[in-house]
């Protein structure tokens, strides 16, 4: 499984992995986004993935909006930039890296 850790720093969302590969993940890869900053949460639309053309599924938050998952079929060799939204019941916070796929 390949995670990125997710926390809110002086009102910015910031990531381990600005560019997730996922190249040597194989097929059917999970991604899990661990949010770190107390008091945030991913809404229904935490992971907002650009151009989803089916390689990506089953997305949607656990573990009380926590975690947000999703799987891969890293099949295209593609990079996909994606949204991270992130929201404390106040204020919503967005932030674009990328997922690299498998060539």
Request: glycine share 12%; net charge neutral; with cysteine.
């Amino acid at each position: 499984m390949s995670k990125v850790e997710v926390s809110v720093v002086n009102g910015y969302i910031t990531v381990d992995h600005e560019t997730l590969s996922m190249v040597g993940k194989g097929r059917n890869a999970p991604i899990q986004w661990d949010l770190t900053t107390p008091g945030w949460t991913f809404p229904s639309n935490g992971i907002e993935i650009e151009g989803n053309d089916g390689e990506f599924t089953g997305l949607g938050p656990i573990a009380k909006g926590r975690k947000f998952k999703c799987m891969d079929r890293n099949s295209g060799g593609k990079a996909y930039k994606y949204n991270i939204n992130v929201t404390n019941g106040k204020t919503t916070l967005t932030l674009d890296p990328i997922i690299q796929n498998e060539p």
